[in-house]
Protein backbone atom coordinates (compact mmCIF):
# COMPACT_ATOMS: atom_id res chain seq x y z
CA UNK A 1 0.00 0.00 0.00
CA UNK A 2 1.41 3.40 -0.72
CA UNK A 3 0.31 7.05 0.05
CA UNK A 4 1.15 10.01 -2.59
CA UNK A 5 0.75 13.62 -1.69
CA UNK A 6 1.67 16.59 -4.50
CA UNK A 7 2.88 20.17 -3.17
CA UNK A 8 4.36 22.47 -4.48
CA UNK A 9 1.93 23.19 -7.28
CA UNK A 10 0.50 27.20 -7.75
CA UNK A 11 0.55 30.61 -10.33
CA UNK A 12 3.91 31.25 -11.88
CA UNK A 13 4.65 33.68 -15.03
CA UNK A 14 5.79 32.18 -18.03
CA UNK A 15 9.70 31.45 -18.33
CA UNK A 16 9.52 31.24 -14.38
CA UNK A 17 9.98 27.88 -12.52
CA UNK A 18 8.13 26.21 -9.88
CA UNK A 19 9.36 22.79 -7.94
CA UNK A 20 6.91 20.45 -7.19
CA UNK A 21 7.11 17.58 -4.27
CA UNK A 22 5.85 14.35 -3.69
CA UNK A 23 5.68 12.71 -0.77
CA UNK A 24 5.70 8.56 -0.79
CA UNK A 25 4.45 6.89 1.78
CA UNK A 26 4.90 3.21 2.32
CA UNK A 27 4.05 0.56 4.35
CA UNK A 28 7.06 -1.21 4.32
CA UNK A 29 10.32 -0.32 2.83
CA UNK A 30 10.13 -0.69 -0.28
CA UNK A 31 10.52 1.90 -3.16
CA UNK A 32 8.66 2.45 -6.09
CA UNK A 33 9.27 3.97 -9.35
CA UNK A 34 7.69 7.02 -9.48
CA UNK A 35 6.47 9.24 -12.39
CA UNK A 36 4.82 12.84 -13.21
CA UNK A 37 1.70 13.14 -14.82
CA UNK A 38 -0.26 15.94 -16.02
CA UNK A 39 -4.02 16.91 -16.94
CA UNK A 40 -5.35 20.01 -18.45
CA UNK A 41 -9.07 20.80 -18.72
CA UNK A 42 -10.66 18.72 -21.81
CA UNK A 43 -7.11 16.39 -22.55
CA UNK A 44 -6.10 13.55 -21.72
CA UNK A 45 -3.61 12.65 -19.15
CA UNK A 46 -0.17 12.11 -20.10
CA UNK A 47 3.48 11.60 -18.90
CA UNK A 48 5.64 13.76 -17.94
CA UNK A 49 8.17 12.17 -16.36
CA UNK A 50 9.37 9.30 -14.45
CA UNK A 51 12.23 7.63 -11.88
CA UNK A 52 13.59 4.81 -11.11
CA UNK A 53 13.39 3.29 -7.51
CA UNK A 54 17.37 3.92 -7.09
CA UNK A 55 17.12 7.30 -8.91
CA UNK A 56 19.24 6.20 -11.27
CA UNK A 57 17.26 6.13 -14.72
CA UNK A 58 15.39 9.19 -15.46
CA UNK A 59 12.58 9.01 -18.60
CA UNK A 60 10.83 12.38 -20.12
CA UNK A 61 8.36 13.17 -22.52
CA UNK A 62 9.54 15.08 -25.41
CA UNK A 63 7.46 18.13 -24.50
CA UNK A 64 9.61 18.47 -21.42
CA UNK A 65 12.49 17.20 -22.11
CA UNK A 66 15.32 19.84 -21.34
CA UNK A 67 12.72 21.75 -19.07
CA UNK A 68 12.03 18.85 -16.67
CA UNK A 69 14.16 17.74 -14.07
CA UNK A 70 12.63 14.61 -11.71
CA UNK A 71 14.66 13.52 -8.63
CA UNK A 72 14.45 12.11 -5.76
CA UNK A 73 15.61 11.76 -1.60
CA UNK A 74 14.62 8.60 -0.43
CA UNK A 75 15.98 9.12 2.96
CA UNK A 76 13.34 11.69 2.41
CA UNK A 77 10.69 9.56 0.74
CA UNK A 78 10.27 12.29 -1.70
CA UNK A 79 10.45 12.54 -5.41
CA UNK A 80 10.78 16.15 -6.77
CA UNK A 81 9.80 17.75 -10.11
CA UNK A 82 12.14 21.17 -10.94
CA UNK A 83 9.42 22.75 -13.97
CA UNK A 84 11.74 25.66 -15.71
CA UNK A 85 10.82 28.11 -18.53
CA UNK A 86 7.36 26.95 -17.63
CA UNK A 87 5.19 27.81 -20.66
CA UNK A 88 1.11 28.54 -20.62
CA UNK A 89 0.50 24.70 -22.37
CA UNK A 90 1.92 23.66 -18.80
CA UNK A 91 -0.79 24.51 -17.47
CA UNK A 92 -2.33 21.43 -15.52
CA UNK A 93 -3.12 19.55 -12.46
CA UNK A 94 0.19 17.42 -12.10
CA UNK A 95 0.14 14.12 -10.12
CA UNK A 96 2.25 11.84 -8.77
CA UNK A 97 2.02 7.93 -9.40
CA UNK A 98 4.15 5.17 -8.12
CA UNK A 99 4.85 1.48 -9.98
CA UNK A 100 6.75 -1.13 -10.17
CA UNK A 101 9.22 0.58 -13.39
CA UNK A 102 9.76 3.67 -14.41
CA UNK A 103 10.02 2.89 -17.57
CA UNK A 104 6.82 0.82 -18.12
CA UNK A 105 5.31 4.41 -16.51
CA UNK A 106 6.73 6.09 -19.46
CA UNK A 107 5.13 3.51 -21.70
CA UNK A 108 1.76 1.91 -20.44
CA UNK A 109 0.94 5.43 -18.99
CA UNK A 110 -0.63 3.28 -15.54
CA UNK A 111 0.57 3.39 -12.26
CA UNK A 112 -0.47 1.31 -9.10
CA UNK A 113 -1.13 4.17 -7.11
CA UNK A 114 -2.06 7.64 -7.62
CA UNK A 115 -1.84 11.11 -5.56
CA UNK A 116 -4.67 14.19 -5.32
CA UNK A 117 -2.70 16.47 -7.73
CA UNK A 118 -1.78 19.70 -7.58
CA UNK A 119 -2.96 22.48 -10.11
CA UNK A 120 -0.08 24.38 -11.90
CA UNK A 121 -1.01 27.38 -13.51
CA UNK A 122 1.38 29.46 -15.83
CA UNK A 123 0.08 32.75 -16.96
CA UNK A 124 1.74 34.86 -19.93
Known amino acids: QVQLVESGGGLVQAGGSLRLSCAVS????????VGWFRQAPGKEREFVASISRSGTSTYYADSVQGRCTISRDNAKNTVYLQMNRLKPEDTAVYYCAAGNNAFMLRTTRRADYWGQGTQVTVSS
Open 26 to 33: TRTTSTYA
